[in-house]
């Protein structure tokens, strides 16, 4: 029988320097730029456009309309690459000023498909109450999840333990989809928005349930064999392993689809909800389960004094 939970060691340490390499990342954007993402409009405050060409247009043409403006843009092309869409983030910008904007866009780089194009402006005290939503909505979820898990599991001994390393789990997904935003928020420019947030979510949503999966095959086991712990935990993996597996690749193969062909509005969202998936697949089996056999081992080895 292979020992999954025997090499526990292995998988905590490539957690760890995964983990490491996303907190180091995001410490160096936090000294570099005074925050530890990038952070985009909808956070920061500011315009947004989505311009739409009849022609194909480039970027440089497309700056130096935003430069002699006085402005700062960040540019990047949107959908199959012809060059005909184009999001552009800069400081706020005045309605009256955005009506020059695009007619010197449409002047000076290609025409425009004006109904198409569209323009928004973001407070900063949006993106704060957002912020504030999503980290509340995290909190509640694991208590949520937590308190799901010990009620559910009430009849198993040390009950309370099972939520623990559940939660525990999540944060480590979190950390690694964080950890990766930030890693391609310096490589690629990428910043945070709404849809950062969305996928986050989501993934809080979607570490648990494998982890589920595996703690009830522990329970299951429990109660018809009398073995080791760490022998019964590893027989419960290797018994679910193979559902789990095939139940998220299946997932895995539609967001792989959707991150080639969706186009770049959809890539950060999909990417960061990609990660999150493979890390809490990885997570359920390598990390909450091991996790869970440590904790046991380490209340059986405390004199027996101790434990009373």
Same mark, same amino acid.
């Given at each position: 029988?292979?020992?999954?939970?025997?090499?526990?060691?292995?998988?905590?340490?490539?957690?760890?320097?995964?983990?490491?390499?996303?907190?180091?990342?995001?410490?160096?954007?936090?000294?570099?730029?005074?925050?530890?993402?990038?952070?985009?409009?909808?956070?920061?405050?500011?315009?947004?456009?989505?311009?739409?060409?009849?022609?194909?247009?480039?970027?440089?043409?497309?700056?130096?309309?935003?430069?002699?403006?006085?402005?700062?843009?960040?540019?990047?092309?949107?959908?199959?690459?012809?060059?005909?869409?184009?999001?552009?983030?800069?400081?706020? @910008?005045?309605? =009256?000023? #955005?009506? &020059?904007?695009?007619?010197?866009?449409? %002047?000076?780089?290609?025409? *425009?498909?004006?109904? +198409?194009?569209?323009?928004?402006?973001?407070?900063?005290?949006?993106?704060?109450?957002?912020?504030?939503?999503?980290?509340?909505?995290?909190?509640?979820?694991?208590?949520?999840?937590?308190?799901?898990?010990?009620?559910?599991?009430?009849?198993?001994?040390?009950?309370?333990?099972?939520?623990?390393?559940?939660?525990?789990?999540?944060?480590?997904?979190?950390?690694?989809?964080?950890?990766?935003?930030?890693?391609?928020?310096?490589?690629?420019?990428?910043?945070?928005?709404?849809?950062?947030?969305?996928?986050?979510?989501?993934?809080?949503?979607?570490?648990?349930?494998?982890?589920? @999966?595996?703690? =009830?095959? #522990?329970? &299951?086991?429990?109660?018809?064999?009398? %073995?080791?712990?760490?022998? *019964?935990?590893?027989? +419960?993996?290797?018994?679910?392993?193979?559902?789990?597996?095939?139940?998220?690749?299946?997932?895995?193969?539609?967001?792989?689809?959707?991150?080639?062909?969706?186009?770049?509005?959809?890539?950060?969202?999909?990417?960061?909800?990609?990660?999150?998936?493979?890390?809490?697949?990885?997570?359920?089996?390598?990390?909450?389960?091991?996790?869970?056999?440590?904790?046991?081992?380490?209340?059986?080895?405390?004199?027996?004094?101790?434990?009373?």
């Amino acid at each position: 029988m292979v020992d999954v939970v025997g090499k526990r060691k292995w998988f905590f340490l490539i957690s760890g320097l995964l983990i490491l390499a996303g907190v180091g990342t995001m410490i160096y954007s936090a000294v570099t730029t005074g925050s530890l993402l990038p952070v985009g409009v909808d956070f920061t405050g500011g315009s947004r456009f989505v311009i739409h060409f009849d022609e194909a247009a480039r970027e440089g043409d497309i700056r130096s309309v935003f430069t002699a403006h006085d402005l700062d843009p960040t540019i990047q092309q949107l959908g199959e690459t012809d060059g005909r869409t184009w999001q552009i983030r800069t400081s706020f @910008v005045n309605p =009256d000023e #955005v009506q &020059e904007l695009l007619d010197a866009l449409s %002047e000076s780089v290609a025409p *425009l498909d004006r109904e +198409s194009s569209r323009y928004d402006a973001v407070a900063p005290s949006i993106g704060g109450e957002v912020t504030r939503a999503a980290a509340l909505a995290v909190v509640v979820a694991s208590t949520i999840v937590l308190l799901f898990i010990w009620y559910s599991f009430r009849k198993v001994s040390h009950a309370f333990r099972y939520g623990a390393c559940a939660i525990a789990g999540m944060v480590h997904n979190l950390l690694i989809a964080t950890g990766f935003f930030a890693v391609m928020g310096l490589l690629r420019g990428w910043e945070v928005d709404a849809l950062f947030l969305t996928a986050i979510l989501t993934v809080v949503g979607f570490s648990v349930q494998d982890t589920i @999966v595996v703690f =009830d095959r #522990v329970r &299951e086991n429990a109660r018809k064999r009398h %073995e080791p712990f760490e022998q *019964l935990v590893n027989r +419960s993996i290797l018994e679910v392993v193979g559902r789990s597996l095939t139940t998220q690749l299946n997932a895995m193969f539609v967001m792989t689809a959707i991150l080639l062909f969706g186009g770049a509005s959809l890539e950060k969202f999909v990417a960061t909800w990609l990660v999150g998936m493979v890390s809490g697949t990885y997570s359920s089996i390598c990390i909450a389960v091991p996790l869970l056999v440590v904790w046991e081992n380490r209340s059986d080895r405390r004199p027996a004094g101790a434990r009373a």
